[in-house]
Structure formats: structure tokens, C-alpha cells
């Protein structure tokens, strides 16, 4: 929409040229390198707030700069008013957009418009009645402030988005990590439940001095390993490949119903449910970007134990691609939840993308 009203501008001040002097070709050149630097950093989503705010600013710059840019044949020339009024209007949307419906944006549309109202009165300008000033004035106030509150409310709309996505994220995640403990306390008692009924089984039918003995050491086993989870010497934080990954599958659907999964794990290896955790947050925090953001048709989610005690997650779409090295620092989803998630626990995250290809995140622990 700038852009658009930036050209408007530019063919008034053109039409005018004539009555103006060199200085009103430099503020204009000014505004079209702005208007491109605010299109530029929009697209990286870097210093855009601060374009803005130059570009509002060298709008009230004009308005004061007016009486020495103007020549004398403007007051003869016909026009009704000066390029510089399209001008007020832009620079006020600019500052609307940047600052919202803020004590800092009334200041300055305050500022702005007290200027314009008295310095389109001087008579080589044009001369305008207080009332006619005063009019024009009303219009960009109401206009911008308009534009401003939208600004706003669209600000906080998205503010509230954000936190409910986070908040679902958060509770995907620790229904995702009590699902994994409680799979992990089961598999525990069905082992020590099969440890000790075949301790009783293999001692009841024992007839020779050497079964007897095995059902000694058998049962001592048993008593060990019930001792041992009793005293904490078992791990209970930790969690196997496939109890995991069945966690992280559910935990998916629910965020994505149309992911496609699969999941190959084999082994009871013992994962720690730190590291659990952080593979879980990681590829759910995954699963949402592309969601959110990769307008893809296909989305999968690859669960794979290569070898004992080794988690791999692929999260793979077919969307639109970014370029990993343009994400702003501000965003923490890739940096925050998934790299420097997984290299808390000592994993690893790779994120290759091509632009209209698609995005892969790859999740490995250990590193």
C-alpha cells in the first residue's frame, strides 16, 4: 500500500516541480529509497519498524523544510494545494503502522499536523483559511488514527495466536513426556512381574540340585532388580525407543491430523527423558513451522533407531522453503525450540531447505 501511494506522490510532485526547488527532488529521492528499504527489510523481516519510523520522520522534515522549497509562482500556479500534503498522509500511515495506537504516535501525528495546519496558512503556499487548514488536518488525524487502531488490533490478535499455539505446543509436549513416563513405569512392572512369576514357576517345578540352585540365583536376581528400583539405582527418568516414539506420534496427530508417520525402533535401550523431552519438544516445535508456515500438501514425520540407544527424527514437507540464514534472531521457534533444544541434551539439529522444494529437519541424539 505504500508503494502504491508512494507513486501517487511522486506524479503530484512531478505535476508541481516547477514551483519548487532542487531540494524538493531531493526529498523525494529520499522518499523512494525509504519506500524501497521499508519493501526490502519487510521481505526480511529485519529493521522495518526502523524504516518506518525515518520514513514518518522525513514526512514531518518536508512539512517544516515547505516555506524554503516553495517558489514564489506556486501561490500563481493554480495547484490548491502543494505535493507535500500527500505526503502528511503517507508519512502518518507510516508511523501508524510502526508504532500502533501508542502515546508515541499521537505525539507525533500531534506535531505533524499542528505544522502542516500553520504552515499552509503562509500566503506563498497558497494562503489557506485557518478553517480550510484546520480541515484537511481533521481528515489525515482521523485516517491514521483509524489505521492505527486496526494496526493495533491486528498486533494483538496475532500476540494472542502466538500464545495459544505456544500454550498447545506446551501442553502437546507434557502430555507427549507423562505418556512416555507412564509407558516406561508399565514396561518396568511387566518386567519385574515376569522376572518374579517365572522365578516362581521355574522354582516350583525344580527336581535336581542344579534347578534348584538356578531358582536360587534367579530369585536373587529378582530381589536385586526390585531392590534396586526401590533405592533408585534403576533410572525412572528414562524411556525406550518405541515407548518414545509412540509418544511423539500421538502427540503429532493431535498437533497435525494429516501427518503421515512412521516409526521403526527396536531394542529396550534406557533414553534419558531429558533428552526424550527435547526430542519431543524439538519435533513438535517442527511439525507446527511447517504447519504454520510452509503451505505444504504433504508433511511426514520419520521415527527411526538405527542402533542401540541412537534416536533419528525426520520432519519433512513439501512447502514453500525459507533460507535458514534470513531468520530473524528475534524468532526463537528454530534456534530456541529445536538447535539449541537438542544441543542442550548433546544432540544435534539439521534444517535444509530449497526454496519451493520443500524443508527437512533432522534430529539426532547423540550428536
Not at 67 to 78: N, V
Not at 218 to 229: C, F, G, N, R
Request: glycine content about 8%; some cysteine; hydrophobic content about 50%.
Amino acid at each position: 500500500m505504500i508503494g502504491a501511494l508512494t507513486l501517487e506522490l511522486w506524479s503530484k510532485q512531478v505535476s508541481q516541480n516547477l514551483h519548487f526547488s532542487g531540494l524538493a527532488d531531493v526529498i523525494m529521492g529520499a522518499v523512494l529509497i525509504i519506500v524501497l528499504a521499508i519493501n526490502v527489510t519487510a521481505w526480511l523481516e529485519r529493521g522495518n519498524n526502523v524504516m518506518l519510523a525515518i520514513h514518518g520522520l522525513l514526512g514531518l522534515l518536508s512539512v517544516l523544510l515547505l516555506p524554503i522549497m516553495t517558489l514564489d509562482t506556486f501561490a500563481l500556479s493554480g495547484f490548491d494545494t502543494p505535493w507535500v500534503w500527500w505526503y502528511v498522509g503517507l508519512a502518518s500511515l507510516s508511523m501508524a503502522a510502526r508504532c500502533g495506537l501508542r502515546a508515541s504516535f499521537l505525539i507525533y501525528l500531534s506535531i505533524l499536523l499542528v505544522a502542516w495546519t500553520a504552515i499552509t496558512m503562509f500566503e506563498p503556499i497558497g494562503g489557506a483559511s485557518f478553517a480550510g487548514a484546520l480541515q484537511g488536518s481533521v481528515y489525515v488525524a482521523l485516517l491514521s488514527i483509524g489505521f492505527a487502531g486496526l494496526a493495533t488490533l491486528m498486533r494483538n490478535w496475532a500476540d494472542s495466536v502466538d500464545e495459544a499455539h505456544a500454550g498447545y505446543l506446551l501442553g502437546a509436549i507434557e502430555t507427549a513426556r507423562i505418556d512416555a513416563i507412564e509407558r516406561e513405569d508399565q514396561r518396568v512392572s511387566a518386567l519385574l512381574h515376569d522376572k518374579v512369576l517365572h522365578t516362581f514357576l521355574f522354582a516350583a517345578a525344580a527336581n535336581t540340585p542344579a534347578e534348584r540352585l538356578a531358582s536360587v540365583s534367579l530369585a536373587a536376581e529378582a530381589v536385586d532388580s526390585i531392590e534396586a528400583i526401590q533405592t533408585g539405582a534403576e533410572p525412572e527418568g528414562t524411556t525406550t525407543p518405541a515407548s518414545l516414539f509412540l509418544s511423539i506420534k500421538q502427540a503429532a496427530l493431535r498437533l497435525s491430523p494429516r501427518i503421515r508417520v512412521t516409526m521403526h525402533a527396536t531394542g529396550l535401550d534406557p533414553i534419558p527423558m531429558e533428552a526424550a523431552q527435547a526430542i519431543t519438544e524439538a519435533a513438535l516445535q517442527a511439525i507446527e513451522n511447517s504447519e504454520r508456515h510452509s503451505k505444504c500438501t504433504v508433511l511426514e514425520l520419520k521415527l527411526n533407531s538405527p542402533e542401540a540407544s541412537v534416536i533419528s527424527v525426520q520432519i519433512v514437507d513439501n512447502g514453500r522453503g525459507f533460507r535458514p540464514d534470513r531468520v530473524p534472531r528475534a524468532r526463537l521457534g528454530i534456534r530456541g525450540s529445536i538447535v539449541n533444544r537438542m544441543a542442550l541434551v548433546g544432540g544435534t539439529a539439521k534444517i535444509t531447505s530449497i526454496l519451493s522444494v520443500g524443508t527437512v529437519v533432522t534430529l539426532r541424539w547423540p550428536e
